[in-house]
């Protein structure tokens, strides 16, 4: 779990942001950005904060749940007749600073027009990308939390391969696959599991449907656990039920090269697009750079995707503390997919590879 002494940490992190955009004060919008700061997991719910101030906007649903998670926060929770938008509206309206931002990208549109004709004073300014830089660079508690994720879900991978017939289909397969990561501590899966089978893996975000495992002699699984600390994992491997065939031999070799070569370039410092590169690098070298149509990773944390890009037109740069996936894969129409998922700690010197499962194809044949 993370420790209630972060949360104050990172409120004096943005805080030196907010300082530094000559911002006095903001209205955090997004529920996963106000749970970062606040450790708060509820939802409906918004945090003001200025350089000397902070509330927490809610309702009375979460009032014993705030007093609970948030007891150093104070709290201002609106009457049934009153919306989230007057509250906050009537909060800001007291503040004695001229100007307040708001998280633009985490409302909609007729939200923030409604909520600027309510405040005269002060101006009310639409920002972004204030808390997720902060996101991306995990602290100790964080990266615990990611190493557990990263356990169930590799145990629940696990539980599958002893679970799977050939009579399931992806649907039952993906219960299966769920169900052994809550057995391991998962509070849930970290995000809609993906289990294709054959053809179907060329689709790189396939939902698991009523395809039947032995449809085709491999299928592909991307999956990930979260933690009761909210936190969560992203693997993807692929499980042979059938023969290897010389084409899926020589792609997964392929796309493991691949992934190797990017993940050697991962060092404080690199741009993401360097690491993106020697990943394609290696599929021109063999042919196959046109099937590879997607980023080589991202950061993830209490998201499955964060802030921190893998990909041809990123503008980052790693930094120790981020947690990132290396996915490269390759995708036949007609034939299907290939994909290889690590996550990977990026540390002072170098890397780490956080994730254990073997990579070799032949580590998850299974024989029925």
Not at 6 to 15: D, Q
Not at 158 to 183: N, P, V
Not at 304 to 310: A, D, F, K, M, Q
């Amino acid at each position: 779990m993370i420790s209630s002494s972060r949360y104050p940490t990172r409120r004096e992190k943005l805080r030196k942001v907010m300082k530094k955009d000559k911002l006095p004060a903001v209205l955090i919008c997004n529920e996963v950005n106000v749970r970062y700061l606040t450790g708060f997991t509820g939802d409906s719910s918004w945090l003001l904060l200025t350089a000397d101030r902070e509330v927490i906007l809610s309702d009375g649903r979460f009032t014993t749940q705030l007093e609970e998670e948030c007891p150093d926060i104070p709290m201002a929770i609106r009457p049934v007749q009153q919306t989230l938008l007057q509250l906050a509206a009537e909060q800001i309206r007291g503040l004695s600073v001229s100007v307040c931002g708001f998280e633009a990208t985490a409302i909609s549109y007729d939200v923030a027009t409604h909520l600027e004709e309510a405040v005269d004073t002060p101006d009310l300014i639409p920002v972004k990308g204030l808390v997720e830089p902060l996101r991306a660079i995990k602290d100790p508690d964080e990266i615990r939390e990611i190493r557990e994720a990263i356990r169930q879900a590799e145990k629940g991978f696990d539980y599958l391969k002893a679970s799977l017939t050939a009579e399931m289909t992806e649907l039952t397969a993906s219960f299966a696959l769920e169900e052994g990561m809550r057995r391991f501590g998962a509070i849930c899966t970290g995000f809609d599991s993906i289990i294709a089978v054959g053809e179907r893996a060329a689709l790189p975000h396939a939902r698991p449907g009523l395809s039947r495992c032995d449809q085709a002699p491999f299928l592909l699984v991307d999956w990930g656990a979260r933690t009761a600390g909210g936190y969560v994992s992203d693997l993807t491997r692929m499980i042979i039920t059938g023969s290897i065939s010389s084409k899926l031999q020589r792609l997964y070799e392929v796309v493991k090269k691949s992934q190797q070569a990017a993940i050697e370039k991962i060092r404080p410092g690199v741009a993401a697009t360097e690491v993106d590169r020697a990943a394609r690098v290696v599929m021109e070298q063999h042919g196959v750079a046109d099937h590879f149509n997607h980023g080589l990773g991202h950061g993830f944390g209490l998201q499955v995707h964060e802030s921190t890009r893998l990909s041809p037109n990123s503008a980052d740069v790693l930094s120790p503390g981020m947690v990132i996936t290396v996915e490269p894969g390759v995708y036949y129409p007609g034939w299907g997919g290939i994909r290889l998922e690590d996550d990977i700690l990026v540390t002072r010197d170098g890397h780490e590879v956080l994730s254990s499962l073997p990579r070799e194809l032949e580590s998850h044949c299974l024989r029925w």
